[in-house]
């Protein structure tokens, strides 16, 4: 047989194994290693305690749904029934009767959430991404008093905060109620949003400047789309925020029903002999529905990585 080498014939060599050809078994090997770190007992113990998380944050809901299809003399039946006897929706429409302005009530907490979300925004989005791409002096300080003002009930401000209200003419108006209550929120605002722009890669700032952007523009065109889920989460939280805190703001600040929210709303239950509890229970309920609403229709922004590949 003749040498290839001296013939000329082409002999295609054999493939030697390589990294790139081991790769897959060791990545795989390497996944199971990590699926199977936990032994059955800490997996067990694991979901325990996921479980009972669970169980002390939802009984409360499953419960108070459970009142509110109760009939009040059921309430207090002995032996107390967990589950409801003879149970019915009754006290989702007598609720209506008892406050005929509860659909005002639900819009004026809608309302004053709102614009108090939108003002904190427009306040949080620039002071956020200040803290996060720029160094000045007395930037920890500030930053400490915004943490300590978040540490301050609004009960303590709030004879203070009715001075001021009445100086300004605001009382017996919804910006009694969203100027504190979104004044309360900027600084846990502000913390939240620079965590989060604090992991935005500088580098676009400096492909930016190099383009010959301005510092409004690359903030604008460059940061804000890639902060979108920051700013939803931090909206998400203010919105929650402000339509929860209304109720201390609202019975100092204002007098009137056609600016009354919810939580002051929800006090007609509260009568001088008893409480009408399913009704109560059923009215927190509906009054909490188009808040998880706008939450559920929010949440699918909340998607991270998407600076993922955006510097090479």
């Known amino acids: ?16 194994k390589t990294k790139t050809q081991v790769a897959p078994r060791a990545r795989r090997a390497s996944t199971r290693a ?18 009972l998380f669970l169980f002390f ?15 009040l003399s059921q309430l207090f039946s002995t032996p107390y029934s967990f589950w409801p006897e003879g149970g019915s929706f009754e006290a989702y429409r007598t609720m209506w009767v008892r406050i005929p302005y509860f659909g005002l009530y639900i819009f004026n907490s809608l309302l004053i959430a709102t614009v108090s979300t939108v003002i904190v925004l427009i306040l949080v989005v620039p002071a956020a991404y200040a803290f996060a791409r720029f160094r000045f002096r007395g930037m920890a300080l500030v930053l400490g008093a915004f943490l300590a003002v978040s540490m301050f009930s609004g009960a303590v401000l709030l004879i203070p905060l009715f ?10 108006t919804y910006w009694a109620m969203i100027i504190p209550g979104a004044a309360f929120l900027i600084p846990s605002a502000i913390w ?15 492909a930016a400047y190099m383009d010959g952007a301005s510092q409004f523009y690359t903030f604008r065109r460059v940061i804000l789309p890639i902060a979108r889920p920051g700013i939803v989460v931090v909206a998400i939280m203010t919105f929650i925020g402000a339509y ?20 002051v709303g929800l006090f007609a239950f509260f009568g001088k002999q008893e409480v009408i509890w399913n009704e109560l229970m059923a009215a927190s309920f509906v009054g909490i529905a188009p808040a998880l609403v706008i939450i ?11 600076t993922a590949g955006a510097v090479k």
Do not use: C, W
């Open 1 to 16: 047989m003749s040498d290839p080498a001296i013939t000329g014939t082409y002999v295609p060599a054999k493939p030697a």
């Open 244 to 263: 929860a805190q209304q109720f201390i703001f609202a019975l100092t600040f204002n007098s009137k029903t056609e600016y009354m929210p919810l939580p």
């Open 163 to 172: 001075r001021l209200m009445r100086t300004l003419g605001l009382l017996n």
């Open 57 to 71: 944050m939802l009984a409360p809901f499953v419960e108070g749904f459970l009142v509110s299809l109760k009939p």
């Open 296 to 306: 559920f229709v929010l949440q699918r922004h909340l998607v991270g990585g998407l």
């Open 192 to 206: 939240l949003l620079r965590t989060y722009m604090m992991r935005i890669p500088p580098e676009l700032n400096e």
């Open 34 to 51: 990590m699926i199977d770190r936990y032994s059955v007992t800490e997996y067990v113990m694991i979901y325990a305690g996921i479980a």
